[in-house]
């Protein structure tokens, strides 16, 4: 799937701000590029967030935004 698609399936599910502002901020910074050029745990840093609490929140959001494209 390219980033693309994903940014568009992410924009038509209703995310919580704290999951927004996660995903925006990978998506922002190559999270989902490949290869990627930052980690989860980077992103937790930037976010100031936990990288456990981050990858969760990243993995329900992509698995939100998957199941929106196959609808």
Do not use: F, W
Request: net charge negative; proline share 3%.
């Amino acid at each position: 799937m390219s980033t693309g698609g994903l940014e568009t399936a992410v924009r038509r599910i209703e995310l919580t701000d704290e999951e927004r502002r996660t995903v925006a901020h990978a998506l922002d910074s190559g999270y989902y590029e490949q290869p990627r050029e930052t980690t989860h745990t980077e992103v937790a840093a930037a976010l100031d967030s936990d990288p456990m609490s981050v990858a969760k929140t990243l993995r329900r959001v992509e698995r939100h935004a998957l199941s929106t494209l196959l609808d």
